[in-house]
């Protein structure tokens, strides 16, 4: 058993929120969720249901205006290039001042995206960039506010169960919303559906904002520094190093995964219905996929669980060799969704469960998640300059899947670099 901070102790606020969470029943074995953590994954899911609704439309309502791989990479590179700006700036707000604040305002900063892509119309792809960077502050917000009550809610022994159910949650939101949006856009005529779908997705945002002011407001965590995890970064064999490089290679795929396959989808098929479709398909896949991996992956399984996981996220791109279909699409997105989880699950939790080893690292957890997200936000960056440097010169069939090889083949390197601590971390005192 982890010994627990004392009261008053450095990690005791986020031990307290953690007793406030997970609430033991004196009958189970297992912590159940209690009223405030189910909340947050609430605000959570609402988040990643409007964002499902319409993100992943976003993409191909600018690829209709203007059939161009390069806008679309720097719509978002644009993103994660704020993104990055936002999480290290936000990090003092975070630390010092109110973090729910924070939480609110990136949910209710992706409103504002939608509105302004409702707002441009078509002329959304002449403002790309100014779209990329509203949708990066929010996600900036958002993320860096609950990935810190997310390491505040959890510890090692429960960390894989949480991210089981997050993950759950956002294939269901996944399988459902994008299927509602293919439905009503190939139902209406010309942008009609869309603006319907940004509507909604607006309409989300504003409620999920409204619910987040029942979540209790969180204490300062001290003083904020700024350059933090850069010093760490320099010194002599410390983990960050690493962690960082993981972190790095992790974010090359999904810089450009995020925005390729779903657009590859509309180009092959010239139709939202199959694109919604593939989302209902694949999440209902990667639903049943976090379920079982939430509760089947314990800590010691987690070395050649997320090998054999990335081993096979890599397998399911080579049947694009043969051809570009829907089928090999549909086989793609199907066998990703089914063995992501035993890469990202192992993935998330390693790294927290490493930031809250000992109370000194515990104390700083807000400047690690700020170099955690900064070095994934990296990664996709470097990946979508690399899939528009290619794209720029050719898009023959070849170039194209060699460029997803490569660029898919990144969690290897993941694998590789994390493998020495994908066992149990055994912290000093728990902070989390």
Same mark, same amino acid.
């Given at each position: 058993?982890?010994?627990?901070?004392?009261?008053?102790?450095?990690?005791?606020?986020?031990?307290?929120?953690?007793?406030?969470?997970?609430?033991?029943?004196?009958?189970?074995?297992?912590?159940?969720?209690?009223?405030?953590?189910?909340?947050?994954?609430?605000?959570?899911?609402?988040?990643?249901?409007?964002?499902?609704?319409?993100?992943?439309?976003?993409?191909?309502?600018?690829?209709?205006?203007?059939?161009?791989?390069?806008?679309?990479?720097?719509?978002?590179?644009?993103?994660?290039?704020?993104?990055?700006?936002?999480?290290?700036?936000?990090?003092?707000?975070?630390?010092?001042?109110?973090?729910?604040?924070?939480?609110?305002?990136?949910?209710?900063?992706?409103?504002?995206?939608?509105?302004?892509?409702?707002?441009?119309?078509?002329?959304?792809?002449?403002?790309?960039?100014?779209?990329?960077?509203?949708?990066?502050?929010?996600?900036?917000?958002?993320?860096?506010?609950?990935?810190?009550?997310?390491?505040?809610?959890?510890?090692?022994?429960?960390?894989?169960?949480?991210? /089981?159910?997050?993950? &759950?949650?956002? @294939? *269901?939101? !996944?399988?459902?919303?994008?299927?509602?949006? $293919?439905? #009503?856009?190939?139902?209406?005529?010309?942008?009609?559906?869309?603006?319907?779908?940004?509507?909604?997705?607006?309409?989300?945002?504003?409620?999920?904002?409204?619910?987040?002011?029942?979540?209790?407001?969180?204490?300062?965590?001290?003083?904020?520094?700024?350059?933090?995890?850069?010093?760490?970064?320099?010194?002599?064999?410390?983990?960050?190093?690493?962690?960082?490089?993981?972190?790095?290679?992790?974010?090359?795929?999904?810089?450009?995964?995020?925005?390729?396959?779903?657009?590859?989808?509309?180009?092959?098929?010239?139709?939202?219905?199959?694109? /919604?479709?593939?989302? &209902?398909?694949? @999440? *209902?896949? !990667?639903?049943?996929?976090?379920?079982?991996? $939430?509760? #089947?992956?314990?800590?010691?399984?987690?070395?050649?669980?997320?090998?054999?996981?990335?081993?096979?996220?890599?397998?399911?791109?080579?049947?694009?060799?043969?051809?570009?279909?829907?089928?090999?699409?549909?086989?793609?997105?199907?066998?990703?969704?089914?063995?992501?989880?035993?890469?990202?699950?192992?993935?998330?939790?390693?790294?927290?469960?490493?930031?809250?080893?000992?109370?000194?690292?515990?104390?700083?957890?807000?400047?690690?998640?700020?170099?955690?997200?900064?070095?994934?936000?990296?990664?996709?960056?470097?990946?979508?300059?690399?899939?528009?440097?290619?794209?720029?010169?050719?898009? *023959?069939?070849?170039?194209?899947?060699?460029?997803?090889? $490569?660029?898919?083949?990144?969690?290897?390197?993941?694998?590789?670099?994390?493998?020495?601590?994908?066992?149990?971390?055994?912290?000093?005192?728990?902070?989390?």
């Amino acid at each position: 058993m982890h010994n627990r901070v004392k009261p008053g102790a450095v990690g005791h606020d986020g031990m307290e929120f953690k007793e406030e969470c997970f609430e033991q029943d004196k009958q189970e074995t297992r912590p159940r969720l209690s009223a405030q953590c189910k909340l947050l994954l609430l605000v959570n899911g609402l988040f990643a249901t409007a964002n499902a609704l319409s993100g992943t439309f976003v993409n191909v309502y600018l690829w209709k205006v203007k059939n161009d791989y390069t806008m679309i990479a720097t719509f978002a590179i644009a993103q994660q290039v704020t993104t990055a700006l936002l999480f290290w700036l936000a990090g003092k707000w975070i630390k010092e001042y109110n973090k729910m604040n924070a939480l609110r305002a990136g949910v209710a900063i992706s409103a504002i995206f939608y509105s302004a892509v409702l707002w441009a119309g078509v002329k959304a792809v002449d403002y790309v960039i100014w779209l990329g960077a509203i949708q990066g502050i929010s996600a900036g917000l958002f993320w860096s506010a609950f990935n810190v009550i997310y390491f505040e809610v959890t510890d090692p022994d429960n960390r894989d169960r949480f991210n /089981g159910w997050a993950g &759950l949650l956002g @294939s *269901a939101a !996944g399988m459902i919303a994008p299927w509602v949006s $293919g439905f #009503l856009i190939t139902r209406m005529q010309d942008t009609a559906g869309y603006r319907v779908i940004f509507t909604i997705s607006l309409i989300i945002f504003v409620v999920a904002t409204i619910f987040s002011f029942f979540l209790k407001k969180r204490k300062p965590l001290g003083k904020y520094l700024w350059f933090y995890g850069l010093h760490q970064l320099r010194k002599q064999n410390h983990p960050w190093r690493k962690i960082g490089l993981a972190m790095t290679a992790q974010g090359v795929r999904e810089g450009v995964f995020s925005f390729i396959i779903g657009l590859l989808v509309y180009i092959y098929t010239k139709n939202e219905m199959k694109l /919604g479709n593939f989302s &209902l398909i694949t @999440s *209902a896949v !990667g639903l049943f996929g976090f379920m079982a991996a $939430g509760r #089947l992956l314990k800590p010691q399984y987690r070395r050649w669980g997320m090998f054999a996981g990335v081993v096979m996220m890599i397998a399911v791109i080579l049947p694009f060799f043969w051809q570009v279909s829907y089928f090999t699409l549909l086989l793609f997105g199907i066998g990703t969704a089914l063995f992501i989880p035993l890469y990202s699950i192992p993935t998330t939790s390693v790294v927290f469960d490493i930031i809250g080893q000992n109370q000194e690292s515990a104390e700083r957890r807000v400047e690690y998640i700020v170099l955690r997200e900064l070095a994934l936000c990296l990664g996709r960056i470097l990946g979508a300059l690399v899939f528009i440097a290619v794209v720029s010169r050719t898009t *023959a069939p070849l170039a194209m899947n060699l460029l997803l090889l $490569g660029i898919g083949s990144s969690p290897l390197i993941v694998w590789i670099l994390l493998r020495s601590w994908l066992g149990v971390v055994k912290p000093k005192e728990n902070n989390a």
